[in-house]
């Protein structure tokens, strides 16, 4: 129990022998670019893997939809305008954008893209259900291996290590906040809510804890 806890309480970023030591590194190790790949591959994959078990989809994508509705933009110019308006909290909180930014903009789309048609798509609740776990501990673990890559999060992830910068309190904790807030707002806004969103929005913030944990143990 202790163990879990511990691993629970993980405030920052590790910095391992194959991290950046910049973000703005443009000309990274090719072993820290192999490991920013499999980390946003991942991510993507987790991400598509919560779309096709067809039980709500991210946080981030129910606020875009609220403001669809309410705007009448499409969702893709709302996901790019909350996008946006995420960066901008970046400025007060000092983040920096870098290759990783720039990637995880370009890499996550062609992967989802090219995933949503061979990945499963369970027909009964159970499997469904499960599906969605493992979205949310695949995204984690996707999350865990790009952070650590240390070439620039994104804009979500930017927010986070910013506020848990700012605050000195655990991943878990922020993460949730950031994540059931968007939740909250997008609701509010029109947007759908499943089984499959409130999972993500409170195992999120534990799944990328723990992926740090082992990616700091079996991947130094």
């Known amino acids: ?12 970023i590790p910095n391992l022998s194959w991290s950046s030591k910049n973000p703005l590194n443009f000309k990274p190790k090719l072993i820290t670019l192999i ?5 946003l ?3 993507a994959i ?6 096709t078990a067809n039980q709500g989809v991210s946080p981030w994508t129910v606020l875009a939809q609220g403001f669809s509705f309410q705007s009448n933009l499409s969702i893709g110019i709302t996901t790019f305008i909350v996008s946006i308006t995420v960066l901008l909290f970046w400025v007060p909180l000092k983040q920096k954008p870098g290759l990783g930014t720039i990637l995880n903009v370009i890499l996550i789309s062609v992967v989802i893209d090219l995933s949503i048609p061979i990945l499963p798509y369970p027909k009964t609740l159970f499997y469904q259900i499960l599906q969605s776990i493992i979205a949310v501990l695949v995204v984690g673990f996707g999350s865990a291996f790009y952070l650590i890559a240390n070439l620039g999060p994104g804009p979500r992830d930017g927010l986070m290590t910013g506020l848990i910068c700012l605050t000195n309190q655990p991943i878990v904790i922020i993460r949730t906040i950031i994540e059931v807030s968007a939740v909250m707002v997008g609701f509010y806004l029109g947007g759908i809510v499943g089984i499959g969103t409130l999972l993500f929005a409170f195992g999120i913030g534990p799944s990328v804890s723990i992926g740090i944990y082992f990616v700091m143990k079996f991947c130094k």
């Open 35 to 39: 490991y920013l790949i499999i980390g």
């Open 41 to 43: 591959s991942l991510f």
């Open 46 to 51: 987790g991400e598509t893997l919560l779309i």
């Open 1 to 12: 129990m202790n163990f879990l806890f511990n691993i629970l309480k993980i405030k920052k």
